[in-house]
């Protein structure tokens, strides 16, 4: 037995989803719009001078910074996303059952190869 499902949609279903994006972008223009006709317009020497903190500008701001730093940043990004997986993982683990748990082992033994290989690399050695 065939079972065909023809769903079509006319243009009214899609009303409630124009008139929500028309609000917004009329909130968006409206706010920009009032922010520019009622907001202070103070210009100056000292108003339009850069300020950080309150403490001069001195040097260069392009200072060098060691590639190692972005590394780490990279790696804590990606292994706290993979503890994300882990929640609903954990929530559920009852209903999973035993091939809910042999996926998780499976998925363990990804990130602790993954995280093996950066420790061998020596990715985490800050010099």
């Known amino acids: 037995m065939k079972l065909t499902l023809l769903v079509s949609y006319l243009p009214s279903d899609f009303l409630p989803m124009l008139v929500q994006l028309g609000l917004a972008v009329a909130f ?44 780490i940043a990279i790696l804590f990004v990606l292994f706290d996303v993979e503890i994300i997986f882990m929640y609903p993982w954990a929530v559920n683990f009852k209903n999973l059952g035993w091939l809910g748990f042999v996926e998780m082992i499976v998925f363990m033994g990804i990130l602790l190869g993954g995280f093996y290989y950066i420790i061998k690399k020596g990715v985490l050695n800050w010099d």
């Open 28 to 71: 968006v223009v409206a706010t920009m719009i009032a922010t520019h006709l009622l907001g202070p317009r103070n210009r100056g020497k000292v108003k339009d001078a850069q300020w950080e903190c309150g403490i001069e500008s001195v040097g260069d701001a392009r200072a060098p910074i060691s590639v190692k730093y972005f590394l």
